[in-house]
């Protein structure tokens, strides 16, 4: 036996329920030293959990099989990085999607983070509706078309590259123009992650 094979520990999720096992195996991981490495242990072969690890630790970890046997698939996960690799995202005027209730097209999703992020996308001639906002300070940066800020007590006009800090627990509401409105939102993360609004 090798002395590698001696020292990396076996994690076999077979046993766990489905909702425990991604973040069992990222905390496993985090709690490596670099250089260090665990034997994963599955039934199937954990695709979806490589696709996370290539979103959040891009060139920062290795992933080999060893064992790709019905129900006995075993993947040695070695740490390369200290912390999770910046990446880039893509142009924030092209990310997107379909709207969420709230009117986010986009999220940040990175499962480790410090901060909340969305692209708001609100229709031409929308509004809405000012509420009193999170806990936590926001940053607004429009992207495209033009509209309002509605606040307590009166409103700020927005244009393309306008960036505004909303204080944490103002109100606010968003009023879109004739070209919609669009805006990037960042702001600390919080447990409940309602964003944008």
Known sequence: MSDQAATTQTLDVRGMRKPDKHPTIFATFKDLAVGDA?????DHDPKHLHEEFEAEWPGGYDWEYLNQEMRDWQIRITRRASAPTPRLLGRADELGGEPGVDGAVWRLGARDRDLDASVLEVQPGVALEPHRGPGTDVLVHVLSGDGALVTEVGQIPLQPGALVHIPAGATR?????????RALLVQQRRQELKLGL
Do not use: H, K, Y
């Open 173 to 181: 509401g968003f009023s879109a123009g004739d070209a919609g409105l």
């Open 38 to 42: 665990f034997v994963l242990v599955n």
